[in-house]
């Protein structure tokens, strides 16, 4: 279930949205990452499979850190008088 950008798991809120700026800055990083490699001094090869192999393992590395963040995280517990409506 989503609500205005966070996910409810179980018994607890955990917002999604640090986990896809991990994903997006490591996208970006790996994109600088192959084109400098394309720069004749470097004497490297840039290649699009490089690039889809960064993107393989970043997209697992985020995905555990979230479920690491989600299990550490201590549980939300309801208030006492019941939600305000």
């Known amino acids: 279930m989503r609500r205005s950008g966070v996910v409810l798991a179980g018994s607890?809120?955990?917002?999604?949205?640090?986990?896809?700026?991990?994903?997006?800055?490591?996208?970006?990083?790996?994109?600088?990452?192959?084109?400098?490699?394309?720069l004749p001094f470097v004497q490297r090869h840039a290649g699009v499979d490089d690039y889809l192999a960064n993107a393989a393992g970043i997209m697992p590395g985020a995905a555990a850190a979230w479920l690491t963040a989600r299990r550490l995280a201590p549980p939300v517990r309801p208030s006492a008088g019941g939600t305000p409506r």
């Open 12 to 38: 607890r809120w955990m917002r999604a949205e640090p986990a896809l700026r991990v994903i997006a800055v490591g996208l970006v990083y790996a994109a600088i990452d192959e084109s400098s490699q394309a």
